[in-house]
């Protein structure tokens, strides 16, 4: 029981919005460090919301993947430079060819130690840019889990839409698949 403990306060989670969850799902995934990831709807005005209600019926709710990773292997602060690769940090309720506040970049956290790392973050980013940084940081309010189908959608879809380039999911296999 000892180092099952310690071994799960070893783990972190983060909540990261970058328009259309498939492809930042399987992003992150390919990341040496990261346990986990899952897809589903966070910081809306609605409980239990499908896709449905999410793309169609005004809930709030940004699409976004649940990240859970070993803090003793990667930091929160890669995690979130890697994340900044795949976004367009400009955009406005817009990913690629998706558009709509469920397609808004956002960094939600459950942890108030990660407040800091994440606002340097955003800070060190906005050096890059002369226009604001339009990536919301704010707590986790509520996540719900998306629907199976949207689990894993592009390793059960290998064809499937994705707003990111191949070469970023080539590059992070690369560099760090584990």
Same mark, same amino acid.
């Given at each position: 029981?000892?180092?099952?403990? %310690?071994?799960? /306060?070893?783990? !972190?989670?983060?909540?990261?919005?970058?328009?259309?969850? @498939?492809?930042?799902?399987?992003?992150?995934?390919?990341?040496?460090?990261? $346990?986990?990831?899952? $897809?589903?709807?966070?910081?809306?005005?609605? /409980?239990? =919301?499908?896709?449905?209600?999410?793309?169609?019926?005004?809930?709030?709710?940004?699409?976004?993947? &649940?990240?859970?990773?070993?803090? #003793?292997?990667?930091?929160? /602060?890669?995690? +979130?430079?890697?994340?900044? /690769?795949? $976004? #367009?940090? +400009?955009?406005?309720? !817009?990913?690629?060819?998706?558009?709509?506040?469920?397609? %808004?970049?956002?960094?939600?956290?459950?942890?108030? @130690? #990660?407040?800091?790392?994440?606002?340097?973050?955003?800070?060190?980013?906005? !050096? %890059?840019?002369?226009? =604001?940084?339009?990536?919301?940081?704010? =707590?986790? %309010?509520?996540?719900?889990?998306?629907?199976?189908?949207?689990? &894993?959608?592009?390793? &059960?879809? =290998? #064809?499937?839409?994705?707003?990111?380039?191949?070469?970023?999911?080539?590059?992070?296999?690369?560099?760090?698949? $584990?």
């Amino acid at each position: 029981m000892g180092s099952e403990k %310690r071994s799960n /306060e070893n783990i !972190k989670e983060i909540y990261l919005a970058g328009g259309c969850f @498939w492809g930042v799902e399987k992003y992150l995934s390919l990341i040496k460090g990261v $346990v986990s990831t899952e $897809v589903g709807y966070a910081n809306g005005n609605t /409980e239990n =919301p499908t896709y449905e209600d999410v793309c169609y019926r005004n809930t709030g709710h940004a699409e976004t993947v &649940k990240v859970l990773y070993k803090q #003793d292997e990667i930091s929160l /602060e890669r995690i +979130l430079n890697l994340y900044y /690769e795949i $976004v #367009d940090p +400009l955009a406005k309720n !817009k990913q690629g060819n998706d558009v709509g506040t469920q397609y %808004r970049t956002g960094i939600y956290y459950v942890d108030d @130690w #990660d407040k800091g790392v994440i606002a340097s973050s955003l800070r060190e980013l906005q !050096k %890059r840019y002369d226009k =604001p940084v339009l990536i919301e940081m704010m =707590p986790l %309010r509520n996540y719900y889990t998306a629907e199976e189908y949207h689990q &894993k959608y592009l390793d &059960k879809n =290998p #064809d499937g839409y994705c707003h990111i380039g191949e070469e970023k999911f080539e590059k992070c296999k690369g560099e760090f698949i $584990v």
